[in-house]
């Protein structure tokens, strides 16, 4: 799982601290990403983890891309997707 392999490389974290940041990542990911935007999605979990967002439901709040029950919309990987054809 791009998570843990990310927490590996950006230090120790306890098993709670671990176990929390899979949590976010699990409700934030889509099978619609790539392998590169899980890792991404993983840094970012982290990144914001560090600074100092160490509350879940806070973390969820300020990622892109939060995820709710059922079929959701991702809009920033629809931005992205738009932008791509544009630069086409």
Known sequence: MPIHRKAEEAG???PSELA???RVF????SDALSEQRREA???RII???IAGLVDEEE???RLPGRRLDGPER???LELVRKRTIANR
């Open 12 to 14: 120790v974290f306890y």
């Open 26 to 29: 699990d409700r934030l990911k």
């Open 47 to 49: 990144a914001n983890y």
């Open 41 to 43: 999605l993983a840094s």
């Open 59 to 61: 973390l969820l709040s």
């Open 74 to 76: 991702i809009p920033w």
């Open 20 to 22: 929390l940041l899979g």
